[in-house]
Nanobody, 119 residues
Framework: QVQLVESGGGLVQPGGSLRLSCAAS????????MSWHRQAPGKQRELVAL???????NVADSVKGRFTISRDNAKNAVYLQMDSLKPEDTAVYYC?????????????WGQGTQVTVSS
């Protein structure tokens, strides 16, 4: 069974930076798309950024130019560098991956890490 462990959340002042990490462990055959999502209180979970196995990225307009997603395939890890943070970026951030064999893909979520942007 594949599990995701996230780290790197915390409290930061507006304009500051944080780097989130997410590592997959367990029996891993292949990892396909990796992504970060967030959910603020009272709001639906939303996609923040996604990266394909080849490194192509898709970033939400609300964070474009401020957040960067990257991955290390050798470590089965995905990262989210968050710069110029704003109070509206406050949310629980979740990583998500598609993994498995081509004919039997599965999807798994991390436990979430809190990011709070406040002065």
């Amino acid at each position: 069974q594949v599990q995701l462990v996230e780290s790197g959340g915390g409290l930061v002042q507006p304009g500051g930076s944080l780097r989130l990490s997410c590592a997959a462990s367990g029996i891993i055959y292949n990892i396909y798309d990796m992504s970060w999502h967030r959910q603020a209180p009272g709001k639906q979970r939303e996609l923040v950024a996604l990266i394909t196995p080849g490194g192509s990225t898709n970033v939400a307009d609300s964070v474009k130019g401020r957040f960067t997603i990257s991955r290390d395939n050798a470590k089965n890890a995905v990262y989210l560098q968050m710069d110029s943070l704003k109070p509206e970026d406050t949310a629980v951030y979740y990583c998500n991956i598609d993994h498995g064999r081509p004919w039997a893909k599965r999807n798994v979520w991390g436990q979430g890490t809190q990011v709070t942007v406040s002065s």
